[in-house]
């Protein structure tokens, strides 16, 4: 390995460039034994990954077609009228409150706060015991969205209202 | 090993791979630089790098589905024009007359839903391992703009079968749209193309399903990944090492 600690001597000329700390900070270099060859360590590991999830696609489209409704049409409103899964959660927040909030603010506080999360949260450790708070919220929010994702998915029928998806089944994909 | 030693000094074989087979650590290394996808990768990666507690390997497993998305995507452009009077018709001849068409729309359709999956477990598995914190924030930023585009990818596609299931949930999705402070008309409009969803909704959705967004995708993935391989040498915490959660 190259000199992990380069020093400059004053007075000296600088002869060639030798690899310092990042400009982030004092990161340890990891010792070359934490270290292990991407090619094949890795490369097969992704190889794996990649089939693994080849066979799960190919599995559920072999024995579950994808849904296809009558056509398009404008006059006939279906009752419930479902957004997409991934926006169950706004849609069920659309019925709790005013459209501006569940609509607007909600989904743009959630980007904004997930974009300014690593600038919110300095606690430089990645212990999982010495970052309870940060854990914790986020769990919160987590099943929170969760939740509703299921409700607005599945326990949701005709005018919105609930439903046992056992009894009756609404949810779209 | 000794088969495909074989197979590379045939004749075929020297044709086809002009080197001798990388075995030594340094031919590999060497191997990363003179290889365009092998470039995405570092050389060498910490020990953790390579568990799966780490990453659940999500981030790549949501390339893979992307990857996945692609081909059959451009498989169903073949078949599928986008206008009202067409796409409809197009996807039940996907479905009932080209060969592989209906096998193909599924895969389409539930990689879809997966990489949504995929990519939100990632985020999760990121925020748990910490992997956001310095120097990876801007990192995390990205992600959240890939998390944005795969929503929107999604959702732009889901018009396209033009059945019930997309025309209401579009509907639905684009109305939240006109509750935008000031703006909100102007949106929902730029949107549909018009005051409700209809033909102009459909061109406007499949060009940014087809083109705008997978562009926007790779070009922004292809950064995300780059920073995730300037960093994968840095040992994160001063007092522990990687631990886990
Ligand atoms: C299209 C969606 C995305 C794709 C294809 C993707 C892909 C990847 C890949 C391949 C890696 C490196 C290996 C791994 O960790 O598995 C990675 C790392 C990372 N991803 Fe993503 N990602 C996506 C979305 C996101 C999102 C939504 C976030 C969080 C908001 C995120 C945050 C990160 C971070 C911070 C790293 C660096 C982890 C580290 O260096 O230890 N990514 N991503």
Same mark, same amino acid.
């Given at each position: 390995?190259?000199?992990?600690?380069?020093?400059?001597?004053?007075?000296?000329?600088?002869?060639?460039?030798?690899?310092?700390?990042?400009?982030?900070?004092?990161?340890?270099?990891?010792?070359?034994?934490?270290?292990?060859?991407?090619?094949?360590?890795?490369?097969?590991?992704?190889?794996?990954?990649?089939?693994?999830?080849?066979?799960?696609?190919?599995?559920?489209?072999?024995?579950?077609?994808?849904?296809?409704?009558?056509?398009?049409?404008?006059?006939?409103?279906?009752?419930?009228?479902?957004?997409?899964?991934?926006?169950?959660?706004?849609?069920?927040?659309?019925?709790?409150?005013?459209?501006?909030?569940?609509?607007?603010?909600?989904?743009?506080?959630?980007?904004?706060?997930?974009?300014?999360?690593?600038?919110?949260?300095?606690?430089?450790?990645?212990?999982?015991?010495?970052?309870?708070?940060?854990?914790?919220?986020?769990?919160?929010?987590?099943?929170?969205?969760?939740?509703?994702?299921?409700?607005?998915?599945?326990?949701?029928?005709?005018?919105?209202?609930?439903?046992?998806?056992?009894?009756?089944?609404?949810?779209?994909? | 090993?000794?088969?495909?030693?074989?197979?590379?000094?045939?004749?075929?074989?020297?044709?086809?791979?002009?080197?001798?087979?990388?075995?030594?650590?340094?031919?590999?290394?060497?191997?990363?630089?003179?290889?365009?996808?092998?470039?995405?990768?570092? *050389?060498?990666?910490?020990?953790?790098?390579?568990?799966?507690?780490?990453?659940?390997?999500?981030?790549?497993?949501? *390339?893979?589905?992307?990857?996945?998305?692609?081909?059959?995507?451009?498989?169903?452009?073949?078949?599928?024009?986008?206008?009202?009077?067409?796409?409809?018709?197009?996807?039940?001849?996907?479905?009932?007359?080209?060969?592989?068409?209906?096998?193909?729309?599924?895969?389409?359709?539930?990689?879809?839903?997966?990489?949504?999956?995929?990519?939100?477990?990632?985020?999760?598995?990121?925020?748990?391992?910490?992997?956001?914190?310095?120097?990876?924030?801007?990192?995390?930023?990205?992600?959240?703009?890939?998390?944005?585009?795969?929503?929107?990818?999604?959702?732009?596609?889901?018009?396209?079968?033009?059945?019930?299931?997309?025309?209401?949930?579009?509907?639905?999705?684009?109305?939240?749209?006109?509750?935008?402070?000031?703006?909100?008309?102007?949106?929902?409009?730029?949107?549909?193309?018009?005051?409700?969803?209809?033909?102009?909704?459909?061109?406007?959705?499949?060009?940014?399903?087809?083109?705008?967004?997978?562009?926007?995708?790779?070009?922004?993935?292809?950064?995300?990944?780059?920073?995730?391989?300037?960093?994968?040498?840095?040992?994160?915490?001063?007092?522990?090492?990687?631990?886990?959660?």
């Amino acid at each position: 390995m190259l000199d992990p600690d380069p020093r400059v001597i004053a007075n000296k000329r600088l002869l060639g460039v030798v690899p310092g700390k990042p400009g982030v900070g004092d990161r340890k270099e990891p010792a070359e034994e934490d270290t292990v060859m991407v090619w094949p360590n890795l490369l097969i590991r992704h190889a794996v990954t990649a089939l693994v999830v080849i066979v799960i696609v190919v599995l559920i489209a072999a024995f579950f077609d994808a849904p296809l409704r009558e056509i398009a049409n404008p006059t006939n409103t279906p009752n419930p009228e479902k957004a997409p899964w991934y926006f169950a959660a706004l849609q069920e927040l659309l019925a709790l409150f005013h459209p501006l909030v569940a609509g607007v603010l909600v989904p743009g506080a959630i980007i904004l706060g997930l974009v300014a999360l690593p600038y919110i949260d300095r606690n430089p450790s990645i212990d999982p015991r010495k970052r309870q708070i940060a854990r914790t919220a986020f769990t919160v929010f987590m099943l929170l969205w969760i939740a509703l994702t299921l409700i607005g998915f599945m326990f949701r029928g005709e005018n919105w209202s609930w439903v046992w998806p056992w009894e009756e089944w609404h949810g779209e994909l | 090993m000794k088969t495909s030693e074989r197979i590379r000094k045939s004749t075929i074989g020297r044709s086809f791979f002009r080197n001798p087979d990388r075995v030594t650590e340094r031919d590999r290394a060497a191997g990363h630089w003179s290889n365009f996808l092998l470039h995405l990768y570092p *050389v060498k990666v910490r020990k953790v790098e390579i568990t799966f507690k780490y990453t659940a390997f999500l981030g790549v497993a949501s *390339v893979v589905l992307f990857g996945i998305l692609t081909v059959t995507g451009i498989f169903l452009m073949f078949f599928y024009v986008p206008s009202p009077a067409n796409a409809y018709g197009d996807v039940q001849t996907i479905q009932n007359q080209v060969a592989f068409g209906q096998f193909l729309r599924n895969s389409h359709r539930w990689a879809a839903h997966l990489m949504v999956l995929a990519v939100a477990a990632h985020l999760a598995r990121v925020f748990y391992r910490g992997a956001y914190k310095p120097p990876k924030e801007f990192n995390w930023v990205i992600g959240v703009v890939l998390l944005v585009l795969t929503l929107l990818l999604s959702f732009t596609g889901y018009l396209l079968p033009w059945d019930q299931l997309a025309y209401w949930a579009v509907t639905v999705g684009t109305a939240m749209a006109a509750y935008v402070p000031l703006v909100g008309d102007q949106v929902q409009e730029l949107l549909l193309g018009g005051p409700t969803v209809g033909a102009p909704t459909l061109l406007r959705f499949y060009v940014l399903h087809v083109a705008v967004l997978p562009v926007a995708l790779v070009a922004v993935l292809t950064i995300h990944i780059w920073r995730w391989r300037k960093d994968s040498m840095l040992t994160m915490d001063s007092d522990q090492g990687d631990t886990d959660a």
